[in-house]
């Protein structure tokens, strides 16, 4: 039975800034667009043109599971809007692997939705580690970027503020 990324756990913007969150554990929430309270937020999407966003939340909404049984490593979401994806892994990371262990998340979502939805019906496909702690990725993550591009076929980025274009 395929998994539908898309109907579960959705939080929506057209605002021209807005942040998106992920609770800190022990709270094993799904992440959520939120468009008040700058304070907890781990990415930052600029939208300037006010277009309808939308997020659905994979990780701690959606089971994807090895042939096993057990959880896949999963992402925090994919933000929608149009004909364009992106997909997102929210760290809040002041040191270590956050760029691998977000591009391994990232990584592993996307090969599985690739085997359940056709990308073909998407213009854009794009995958972001936001970490509100480092707000870019430093010129030593290539390394990442580059096995993230083999692996998916698509462009990782590492900075905090995502652009709807």
């Known amino acids: 039975m395929p998994i539908d990324y898309f109907s579960n756990c959705?939080?929506?913007?057209?605002?021209?800034?807005?942040?998106?969150?992920?609770?800190?554990?022990?709270?094993?929430?799904p992440a959520y667009i939120d468009e008040y309270n700058k304070s907890k937020w781990i990415g930052i999407v600029n939208n300037e043109q006010e277009k309808v966003?939308?997020?659905?939340?994979?990780?701690?909404?959606?089971?994807?599971?090895?042939?096993d049984m057990?959880?896949?490593?999963?992402?925090?979401?994919?933000?929608?809007?149009?004909?364009?994806?992106i997909f997102v892994e929210l760290k809040e990371r002041d040191g270590g692997q956050w760029?691998?262990?977000?591009?391994?998340?990232?990584?592993a979502t996307i090969n599985r939705f690739k085997q359940?939805?056709?990308?073909?019906?998407?213009d854009s496909i794009k995958a972001y580690v936001c970490n509100s702690l480092r707000p870019y990725?430093?010129?030593?993550?290539?390394?990442?970027?580059?096995?993230?591009?083999?692996?998916?076929?698509?462009?990782?980025?590492g900075k905090q503020r995502i652009d709807i274009e």
């Not at 966003?53 to 042939?67: K, L, M, Q």
């Open 137 to 157: 990725s430093h010129s030593g993550q290539t390394t990442n970027i580059q096995k993230f591009r083999y692996d998916t076929g698509f462009i990782l980025i």
């Open 70 to 85: 057990t959880m896949d490593s999963r992402c925090d979401g994919v933000l929608s809007y149009e004909k364009s994806l």
């Open 116 to 122: 359940e939805v056709d990308i073909n019906e998407f």
């Open 10 to 29: 959705r939080t929506s913007s057209h605002n021209n800034e807005f942040g998106l969150c992920d609770d800190q554990p022990p709270l094993s929430n």
């Open 53 to 67: 966003v939308n997020f659905n939340a994979i990780d701690n909404c959606i089971d994807i599971r090895r042939d």
């Open 99 to 107: 760029l691998k262990k977000g591009r391994e998340q990232l990584t």
